[in-house]
């Protein structure tokens, strides 16, 4: 039962399987058709519009938008579980209703101040 | 210093041709005739209808369509079929092939240039084709202290996701690739990828522009990735259904954007986000930040995130068709298989040929993928058509919008389909 639903997806990996085995090739035939010149080291510095690249690529970031992640990790969750419910809606009695209202009252209710908390530049 | 080009010169030409030639037909007779034969003489060949296989014999069977059709047939019903050519790859790459020539054409109307014109004599309609092979020609220069085998594997990986996208999305009765029960969950799961391989391009590659735009990437499909799942649950709750056949087949009647208009508008403008396309183009804003994560990717490279970019945008467009357009339903416009074909067969001249096995495809196919790749090709028209009127969106303007207004216009939506499905306009015992 459960290897027969596993096995439903199967195509997708199939599908994602084919997408590399047909690009693959490509980047390989490129590789060998394409010229390979080593002669200059500049050549292999990262982009900076033309200038001589200072300091270290992958630099210290200042996350302004950090608590938009916290933000999403939580509700993200609680939109998948809404898709449980609503699935099932015609299914249900109407007054299992009330307690997703309770529900979509609570997630409502922490997004408002955590959009708030998180508009406040200076506590993060 | 460049070297130019020596002259060309037809005799020359004619030589290395004619060398060519000469080298294969030696080849040819040398190695490749022996090898046939000896395989011939290894191989017991099979008797079919009381005659033995020969290589004669099995060439007349292959130009006999009453032989070949059935095993096409058969061939058609597989799954390497459809993940190779009809619902999958092949379908979704000439759909995204042609988006790119057509929307080239149309930023250079809308700007008064020409665009494409010379390769090709007619309009440059192989302009496509050239750009393939010069991409494919060029050399790929990596940055020295770049992270190479994430370097060189997060375009495949963005290409396979695409495809894996793709291969979730119906295009017409009992033609998809993977005809999955929780087919939407399945969506989310694959786009959730994407922020991924974005940020692992950005970050493999070592350099300050691919960082800034991965990081941008991220924040923007981080708040867009919500509103875009919410946006999907009215028509959910009006279906009842995760199957995104089920959900085309319950639209015969009326397409759920009549119902739901509010969910259908925040799902575009979550698509445009996710898509990285003008107005949301901030993770390859071209002239603030290069051309963001994509900067370092060249050749090849750059190439096949372009392709699995349009392979996200098809599927996308045909994710929108599919939930809120009606898919393939539509009025029957294909005509009927000609009955004489199947029961007098055709004549040509003095013999008539009868086949069977025909048709190939049926009408309902046809007429479903007619009307799926009409309205797929009208919501990629209005996809692409923001990128010549409008400007780019501030970062912070962006995450307001997602946060804000996109999530309220969200739950106004689910309000309104709850207040469908329980005034009895919908569902059981409503209009479908």
Known sequence: MVGELAGNYSTVVLMFAFGIAAMAPALVISRMISPRKRSNPVKFLPMECGQVPSGEGRTHFMMQYYPYILMFVVFDVMAIFLYAWGAALLELPKSATLPMMGFLAIMFGAMAPALYLSGKRRIW | MSVIAPDFKLSGFIKSLLDNIFWILLLFVLIGLPAVFMILIVIEMPIIDGELLTPFLALSYLVNPTRTLPVIQAFMTTDIFRVMAFPGFGFAALLAAGTIFAERKMMAKIQLRVGPFYCGKFEGILQLMGDGLKLISKEIIIPAKADKPIF??????????????????????????????????????????????????????????????????????????????????????????????????????????????????????????????????????????????????????????????????????????????????????????????ITEGIEMGPITLSIEGLPLLTQEMLNGTLWFVLKTVGVIFFIILPRGVFPRVRVDLLLDLGWTKLIGLCFINIFIALGLVYAGVLGPGGLQ
């Open chain 2, 152 to 341: 060189w594997a997060a375009p495949v990986l963005f290409v396979a996701t695409a495809a894996a996208f793709v291969a979730l999305i119906p295009v017409a009765p009992g033609w998809v690739v993977a005809d999955v029960d929780l087919g939407l969950l399945a969506v989310f799961a694959v786009i959730g990828f994407f922020p991924i391989i974005t940020i692992l391009s950005a970050w493999s590659a070592n350099s300050k522009y691919p960082f800034i735009g991965g990081i941008r990437a991220l924040f923007q499909m981080v708040s867009f990735e919500i509103p875009l799942i919410l946006s999907l649950l009215g028509v959910v709750m009006v279906t009842g259904t995760l199957n995104l056949s089920e959900i085309t087949a319950s639209q015969s009647n009326f397409p759920w954007i009549v119902f739901l208009p509010i969910g259908a508008i925040v799902f575009f403008i979550a698509m445009l986000a996710e898509l990285e396309r003008i107005p949301f183009d901030l993770p390859e804003a071209e002239s603030e930040i290069v051309a963001g994560w994509l900067t370092e990717l060249s050749g090849m490279l750059y190439g096949l995130v372009q392709l699995g970019s349009y392979l996200k945008l098809y599927a996308f467009a045909a994710l929108f068709v599919v939930l809120f357009l009606g898919g393939w339903n539509g009025p029957m416009v294909v005509p009927p298989f000609p009955e004489e074909i």
